[in-house]
């Protein structure tokens, strides 16, 4: 069965970086285009980023362009999210997905404070 376990959350302040992780398995990894999303208190899941199958193509929510990098190993069977220039609004859990599926795995807790 689909397994995605995500990692790498934590308490960082305005400025600083994270870098989630997505580990998969129970499905070929390498064929599925994989997306991000996140769910801030109180509020439903945000779109955050996409990556198609190879890595060639990504695509970024307006709000994370330009501070967030989505990456693909598709050797570990792994999905990345670097996170840069991190900002209070980017706290939220943060869920990987195959495109198309709702997130399966129990996510991780970025929290952005001072």
Do not use: H
């Not at 990504?58 to 996170?83: C, E, H, P, W």
């Not at 900002?87 to 939220?92: G, R, V």
């Amino acid at each position: 069965q689909v397994q995605l376990v995500e990692s790498g959350g934590g308490l960082v302040q305005p400025g600083g970086s994270l870098r989630l992780s997505c580990g998969a398995s129970g499905f070929t990894f390498s064929s599925a285009r994989m997306t991000w999303v996140r769910q801030a208190p109180g509020k439903g899941l945000e779109w955050v980023s996409d990556i198609s199958e190879g890595g060639t193509f990504t695509d970024y929510a307006d709000s994370v362009k330009g501070r967030f990098t989505i990456s693909r190993d598709n050797t570990k069977n792994t999905l990345y999210l670097q996170m840069d220039s991190l900002k209070p609004e980017d706290t939220a859990v943060y869920f990987c997905a195959i495109r198309g599926s709702l997130p399966r795995g129990q996510g991780t807790q970025v929290t952005v404070s001072s």
